[in-house]
């Protein structure tokens, strides 16, 4: 089992591009999440989903959009990229009759806005 | 203030010693609660869960003090490679899902 892939691993972006990360998990687990991590501020939520088909908002939302038209594929869009958009995206999944405890993360993505 | 509060460190140890970290969570209502470790540049791992009653993995203890609203993490004997970023995390129930929320991390350097 791969787990949690996420594409692409870098990317470097000018202020106004968009562009989608792809996160893809192959443990069948209904919860996936989208996290951004900066300095000193610890991961963050940015929006999750609980089921193919549903999304919702985490603590920052905002700038971001995702899809879940899959169970093992969850996207985070950006339409238009902004510098404070600039920090490492993590996505994770984890099983829902666990209770969402213990979630499995991607290897991250690294995204720069100049 | 924060939902989950780590002191970042760093923490600078000899191999060998034993180390602790706490961190202090502000919901007393959060349900479960874990250590991840964080290699630099890597993903976070879970390293273990905190129960109540304590619990034990090799050189790694944690603790829960629900009245104090604090967790704690013990490793003995420190290797090299314990060297990373601890994460303190809770989980909180909201609505029909849960949310995992995490402290900044506290970061450890064992040193030769």
């Known amino acids: 089992n791969a787990g949690v892939t996420q594409t692409p691993k870098f990317r470097v972006l000018k202020t106004g591009q968009s562009m989608t990360l792809l996160c893809a998990q192959d443990m069948n687990h209904e919860y996936m999440y989208w996290y951004r991590q900066d300095p000193g501020m610890g991961l963050r939520l940015i929006h999750y989903?609980?089921?193919?088909?549903?999304?919702a908002k985490g603590e920052v939302p905002d700038g971001y959009n995702v899809s879940r038209l899959k169970k093992q594929n969850f996207l985070l869009g950006l339409e238009s990229a902004a510098p404070s958009q600039t920090s490492v995206y993590f996505c994770a999944s984890s099983d829902r009759d666990r209770g969402g405890d213990t979630q499995y993360f991607g290897p991250g993505t690294r995204l720069t806005v100049l | 203030r924060k939902e989950v509060e780590q002191d970042p460190g760093p923490f600078n140890v000899p191999e060998g010693a034993t180390v602790a970290f706490n961190c202090t969570y502000s919901n007393s209502a959060s349900q479960s609660f874990f250590w991840y470790r964080q290699d630099c540049r890597k993903e976070p791992k879970l390293l273990m869960s905190v129960y109540s009653s304590g619990n034990e993995d090799g050189r790694f203890t944690a603790q829960l003090n629900r009245a104090s609203q604090y967790i704690s993490l013990l490793i003995r004997d420190s290797k090299l490679s314990d060297s990373a970023t601890y994460l303190c995390?809770?989980?909180?129930?909201?609505?029909?899902?849960?949310?995992?929320?995490f402290g900044s991390g506290t970061r450890l350097l064992v040193r030769p």
């Open positions: 989903s609980v089921g193919e088909g549903t999304t």
């Open positions: 995390v809770v989980n909180n129930r909201v609505d029909s899902s849960y949310k995992l929320i």
